[in-house]
Nanobody, 127 residues
């Protein structure tokens, strides 16, 4: 079993919303920065958003700024990605990942720093 489990994906029309959740299995997300990544068909996996261990800072790819919101609940050991005003180009497999650093700096440049990954959840935005 992978250490992280994503849920909440599905099919939605353009302009719609989805709420993705990331839950840890067997370890705590405390003191770890958590990132969301996505991979569209035929494209490389890219960083979408990241939240620091204490939620002090959040980061977003330019393509999702103003539409996506990342948050975490360390008591529940979960991280959430609220996705609003979805566009067809948001289609892809979404993964959450954790790294043993509290900060997000460089999360979108070096995915190898994230040691724990989930299996991904499919998001389809289509009319």
């Amino acid at each position: 079993q992978l250490p992280l489990v994503e849920s909440g994906g599905g099919l939605v029309q353009p302009g719609g919303s989805l709420r993705l959740s990331c839950a840890a299995s067997g370890f705590t997300l405390h003191a770890k920065a958590i990132g969301w990544f996505r991979q569209a068909p035929g494209k490389e996996r890219e960083g979408v958003s990241c939240i620091t261990a204490t939620s002090a800072s959040t980061y977003y790819a330019d393509s999702v700024k103003g539409r996506f919101t990342i948050s975490r609940d360390n008591e529940k050991n979960t991280v959430t990605l609220q996705m609003d005003n979805l566009k067809p180009e948001d289609t892809g497999i979404y993964y959450c990942a954790a790294r043993s650093r509290v900060f997000c700096v460089g999360y979108d440049r070096d995915q190898s720093e994230f040691e724990s990954w989930g299996q991904g959840t499919q998001v389809n935005v289509s009319s």
